[in-house]
Each structure stands twice: as structure tokens, then as C-alpha cells.
Nanobody
Framework: QVHLVESGGGLVRPGGSLRLACAIS????????MGWRRQAPGKQRELVAA???????NYADSVKGRFTISRDNAKNTVYLQMNSLKDEDTAVYFC??????????WGQGTQVTVSS
């Protein structure tokens, strides 16, 4: 079994910062792409950022220049540094990882609320 556990969500004022982390544990032989998606109420889940095993990154246009995705392969962890947060960043954030080949696993989600 494989488990993804997110942490770091919470309530922050507009302009503030949060750092999300997603720790992966279990029967892991290899981790390929990792990433973050988010889902706001009444909206579809959307890509926020992704990172390949070699460190290549991809971001949604709405977060470019504000969010940074990174990974620590020794810790099997992916991070999302979120700066200059806006009201519209409010959502449940889910991490995902392609593990032991192409099987995609998901975390349970962590709430990020941006509000004054």
C-alpha cells in the first residue's frame, strides 16, 4: 500500500504565504511525476503545479510567479510554496504522485482558505 499525507493548509490573509507538504510512504520502488491539484466549491479539480522525476516543472497560468513546486526525493516528499495568495486560491489542495510505474495515487486533500 501507498499513502500520501498532505500538511500545511490553513487560513491566511490575502498576500500571505503557505507551504504545503505531501509525504509519501509505503511500498515504493519509484516515484515519477508528482504534483498538486486544487478544487474550489462548485468547480472542477484543476492542475496547480507538477514536477517530473528530473525536476522539470509545469504551472497553471494563474499561479505562475507566485507558487513554487519542489521535491525531496530522499524524503519522498513534494512541496508547494505559495506566496502572494489571493482569495481565488481558496480551495482544497490535493497532492498526487505516479508511483511504481504509472499508477497515480492521491492524498486526502488539505484546505487552503485565503480571506481577510
Amino acid at each position: 500500500q501507498v499513502h500520501l499525507v498532505e500538511s500545511g493548509g490553513g487560513l491566511v490573509r490575502p498576500g500571505g504565504s503557505l507551504r504545503l507538504a505531501c509525504a509519501i510512504s509505503g511500498s515504493i520502488f519509484s516515484i515519477n511525476a508528482m504534483g498538486w491539484r486544487r478544487q474550489a466549491p462548485g468547480k472542477q479539480r484543476e492542475l496547480v503545479a507538477a514536477i517530473t522525476s528530473s525536476g522539470g516543472t509545469n504551472y497553471a497560468d494563474s499561479v505562475k510567479g507566485r507558487f513554487t513546486i519542489s521535491r525531496d526525493n530522499a524524503k519522498n516528499t513534494v512541496y508547494l510554496q505559495m506566496n502572494s495568495l489571493k482569495d481565488e486560491d481558496t480551495a482544497v489542495y490535493f497532492c498526487h504522485a505516479d508511483i511504481n510505474g504509472s499508477t497515480r495515487y492521491w492524498g486526502q486533500g488539505t484546505q487552503v482558505t485565503v480571506s481577510s
